[in-house]
């Protein structure tokens, strides 16, 4: 039972159910982004992606780390960040934050905070590494996809 308890894995379960329940409402808003293809800058981005969610299965993490609170703290205070980047958007579009570049774009750079922390209670540098290119890939795939869609409005 303690393998599964100590997985950081389990760590990504809060995303992917806020995602669920909320993806659809931040589709709604940012639409014109959504359906722009980058081609291989796409790939890679889901490449990234797939490596990102599947890498912590074979994390474990140790709660007598005598840093694990730090890092804990470090991914609550994340997905907190995380979170309320989206409902900026959802629940005020039209506010300066959810208008501009930095607001609508940081659902996307707001993801270092927490997968970094990840990295960091499984102990594993090569996770923390790949979750900073993913976020410089995805922010800017993001961000392209906004440039793109406001040139055609």
Do not use: Q
Request: net charge positive; proline share 3%; with cysteine.
């Amino acid at each position: 039972m303690s393998v599964i308890l100590n997985n950081c894995f389990l760590l990504l379960l809060p995303i992917f159910i806020w995602n669920l329940v909320f993806a659809h409402k931040l589709i709604e808003i940012k639409y014109p982004i959504s359906i722009i293809k980058l081609g291989k800058l796409e790939w890679l981005e889901n490449i990234l992606r797939a490596i990102i969610f599947v890498f912590p299965i074979f994390m474990k993490f140790n709660v007598s780390n005598i840093n694990f609170s730090k890092y804990f703290t470090l991914y609550i205070i994340g997905i907190v960040i995380y979170f309320t980047s989206w409902l900026l958007l959802i629940y005020f579009p039209d506010n300066y934050w959810s208008t501009n570049k930095i607001g609508l774009l940081a659902p996307a750079y707001t993801t270092i905070i927490w997968l970094v922390a990840i990295g960091l209670l499984g102990n594993s540098k090569v996770y923390s590494y790949l979750s900073v290119v993913f976020t410089i890939v995805h922010t800017f795939s993001s961000y392209l996809k906004l440039k793109i869609a406001n040139k055609n409005n």
